[in-house]
């Protein structure tokens, strides 16, 4: 069974740091891998797709990376803002033989004005 | 262009009653599925609508039964709901399939008492 983790479960930081959130998984045989914003109440935004021939995505302040052999991918937020604060989500596409995005618990990210 | 839009969005049920969530998309996505996302677990897919006609089980189907109605709407049954039931329902579509990127509704919030 396909297991996604993110590391770390919160994170607290000074507006205009650079960031760095991590997500690991346990079967390298994925076929894409997304980041998701969460706001509280509200649903999930995606971010960025990185398909399992790439090794990074950018959009904006964000870059994610993917090192699919190691198991692990990076979001990287450059210049972090208040307005970024939220809960990111990783999430795998396939595994363990299955089709299915399996997600991870996420990083809860507070930027402090 | 309202995306995924689902309805309705907060619902207080007893232990035993029957309730229907539904979902409806705009997008003319052929795809479609059914999330739960409970505290401390990353979302897990309960059931999925590859296309018009089409449902299959996901991880957690145990409890629900789905319709997909046409192309637009997709709707998930609790015939007799348990407290364990108790959970953000989230609905998503995306264009073909499970590898296309998924664009997510913005959640029912169910208590079963």
């Known amino acids: 069974k396909q297991e996604v983790t993110q590391i770390p479960a919160a994170l607290s930081v000074p507006e205009g740091e650079n960031l760095v959130l991590n997500c690991s998984f346990t079967d390298s045989a994925i076929y894409n891998l997304q980041w998701f914003r969460q706001d509280p109440g509200k649903g999930l935004t995606s971010l960025l797709l990185?398909?399992?021939?790439?090794r990074e995505q950018t959009s904006g302040r964000l870059n994610a990376s993917l090192d699919k052999s190691s198991g692990r991918s990076t979001l990287y937020i450059a210049a972090s803002q208040p307005g970024d604060s939220a809960t990111y989500l990783c999430a795998v596409q396939g595994g363990a033989g299955s089709y299915q995005l399996t997600f991870g618990k996420g990083t809860k990210l507070s930027v402090i004005p | 262009n309202a995306g995924v839009t689902q309805t309705p969005k907060f619902q207080v049920l007893k232990t035993g009653q029957s309730m229907t969530l539904q979902c409806a998309q705009d997008m003319n996505h052929n795809s479609m599925y059914w999330y739960r996302q409970d505290p401390g677990m990353g979302l897990r897919l309960i059931y999925y609508s590859a296309s018009e006609g089409t449902t299959d089980k996901g991880e957690v189907p145990n409890g629900y039964n789905v319709s997909r109605l046409n192309k637009r709407e997709f709707s998930l049954r609790l015939e007799s709901a348990a407290p364990s039931q108790t959970s953000v329902y989230f609905c998503?579509?995306?264009?073909?399939?499970?590898?296309?990127?998924?664009?997510f509704g913005p959640g029912t919030r169910l208590t079963v008492t």
């Open positions: 990185i398909q399992s021939s790439q």
């Open positions: 998503a579509s995306s264009v073909q399939g499970m590898l296309d990127e998924q664009y």
